[in-house]
């Protein structure tokens, strides 16, 4: 791996919690909290490389049609977490943000989530973006709403609506879009995650379910993005 050509910014769709738990005869919470353990070293990993964004796609819009209890022990799981690596998470510089509607949460879950922004918001290390409640269509939804509010109150005119004001209305406005796009468990879909953002991005597939992707699993991934040729619509 070459550490002068990392890319920018790792979003992954860190699938395959429930495959794991079945072929080990576990119930899916029990890969739900494999994974969470699995994401804790990914996110030291890509921080101590120096990549300055990471994202990861922790629940969608409509992971909400599962199982009332699988939806509240992940979101009991992401409590622990939070309350398990957060001290340390401050320590290495790292700095939380969400995209997606998280107040739409359990309430100690949102807590929680805010004490995390809070705690590591002036940090400078990597940025670690948790897609929580996140799904683009809505996302694109609401940027739409927002604009066109803007242009009926005569704040804006719809002229002058261009790709960078509309990106400006994303979750991700601040979030430089994504270089590198991994999905685990052998899917290949982006299932509503980064749409807008994810028009140039390169994508690695893995058939390893998310409890056993490991940091050397990544650096593996990072490899195979160092050899792609990006091109963005040019020539080489
Ligand atoms: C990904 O693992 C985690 C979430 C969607 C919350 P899954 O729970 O989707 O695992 P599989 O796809 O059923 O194996
Ligand atoms: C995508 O995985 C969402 C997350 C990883 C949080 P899903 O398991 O929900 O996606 P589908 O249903 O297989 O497309
Ligand atoms: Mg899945």
Redesign the pocket.
């Known amino acids: 791996m070459d550490r002068e050509k990392l890319p920018n910014h790792i979003a992954i ?6 495959r794991w738990a079945r072929s080990k005869s576990l119930p899916r919470l029990a890969g739900h909290n494999a994974g969470m353990i699995a994401l804790k070293e990914i996110v030291k990993r890509t921080s101590s490389l120096g990549v300055k964004h990471l994202t ?5 819009t ?2 909400w049609k ?1 199982p009332e209890n699988e939806v509240g022990g992940i979101f009991n799981l992401l409590v622990h977490y939070v309350e398990r690596e957060l001290e340390e998470l401050n320590q290495n510089n790292v700095k939380v943000k969400i995209i997606g509607d998280y107040n739409k949460l359990p309430k100690k879950a949102v807590q929680k989530i805010e004490e995390a922004l809070i705690k590591t918001r002036d940090n400078t290390g990597l940025q670690f973006n948790i ?1 929580l409640n ?1 799904g683009s269509r809505d996302e694109i939804v609401r940027a739409t709403k927002l604009i066109a509010d803007k242009v009926a109150n005569n704040e804006m005119k719809a002229e002058d609506i261009t790709q960078s004001i509309f990106k400006e209305h994303l979750f991700t406005s601040a979030i430089p879009d994504p270089d590198l796009v991994i ?1 685990t ?1 052998g ?1 290949k ?5 980064l749409l807008w953002q994810s028009a140039y991005s390169e994508f690695v597939f893995t058939d390893t379910l ?1 409890p056993d992707f490991t940091p050397e699993c990544l650096e593996d991934a990072i490899k195979e993005y160092q050899k792609r040729v990006r091109r963005f619509g040019g020539l080489k």
């Open positions: 769709v860190m699938d395959g919690n429930g990861v796609y922790a629940f969608s409509e992971n599962r897609a996140y999905r468990s899917e879909r982006l299932s509503n995650f998310w």
